[in-house]
T-cell receptor, first 113, second 112 residues
Framework: ETGVTQTPRHLVMGMTNKKSLKCEQH?????MYWYKQSAKKPLELMFV???????ENNSVPSRFSPECPNSSHLFLHLHTLQPEDSALYLC????????????FGSGTRLTVV | GENVEQHPSTLSVQEGDSAVIKCTYS??????FPWYKQELGKRPQLIID?????GEKKDQRIAVTLNKTAKHFSLHITETQPEDSAVYFCAASINAGNMLTFGGGTRLMVKP
């Protein structure tokens, strides 16, 4: 394990469903990120949290709603998704306030039917 | 904002040959440049990084070079092996903060 754990690993949901993705890190990091990975855009930044505060929302549709209750946990709440939202959703963490490498989780493979 | 361009998008080499992947960035304030390797079905993993106060860094068969004046940096893999086959991403820090901008990725195929 890398220290960044994502659940579930796979998720199939209908367009009217509501589901949540979870990310947890125990690396002592205080910045967490959501990325979308698809064939069209290999690593597309969605949201950034530094010290539990959202500092970046990269023009993400409101059907994606992030939540960061503490520096170790990050959620992505999903509702009324579209088939084009099918992708691999990667969580990452790093130290905040300084350039540093990210540690990625293994991702959640999402399929919207 | 920062823009990172990566070339080539695909690269095929024979086992034992060298592979070079190049990236350019736009923000002169960027000072941290990591490289990630993503094997099929796995997460991206940091393999090497370089900061703006050095021009080159090596770790066994991989090396990274940085030219701050030209705003480009490169990944060099020598004596390639089939297990080097993966997608490689370069990235550059945005200003001096913790956010990274990633390149579009290079799919490297090493033929035995």
């Amino acid at each position: 394990e890398t220290g960044v754990t994502q659940t579930p690993r796979h998720l199939v949901m209908g367009m009217t469903n509501k589901k949540s993705l979870k990310c947890e890190q125990h690396l002592g990091h205080n910045a967490m990120y959501w990325y979308k990975q698809s064939a069209k855009k290999p690593l597309e930044l969605m949201f950034v949290y530094n010290f539990k505060e959202q500092t970046e929302n990269n023009s993400v549709p409101s059907r994606f709603s992030p939540e960061c209750p503490n520096s170790s946990h990050l959620f992505l709440h999903l509702h009324t998704l579209q088939p084009e939202d099918s992708a691999l959703y990667l969580c990452a963490s790093s130290h905040a306030g300084q350039p540093a490498g990210y540690t990625f989780g293994s991702g959640t493979r999402l399929t919207v039917v | 904002g920062e823009n990172v361009e990566q070339h080539p998008s695909t690269l095929s080499v024979q086992e034992g040959d060298s592979a070079v992947i190049k990236c350019t960035y736009s923000d002169s304030a960027s000072n941290y440049f990591p490289w990630y390797k993503q094997e099929l079905g796995k997460r991206p993993q940091l393999i090497i990084d370089i900061r703006s106060n050095v021009g080159e860094k090596k770790d066994q068969r991989i090396a990274v070079t940085l030219n701050k004046t030209a705003k480009h940096f490169s990944l060099h893999i020598t004596e390639t092996q089939p297990e080097d086959s993966a997608v490689y991403f370069c990235a550059a820090s945005i200003n001096a903060g913790n956010m990274l901008t990633f390149g579009g990725g290079t799919r490297l195929m090493v033929k035995p």
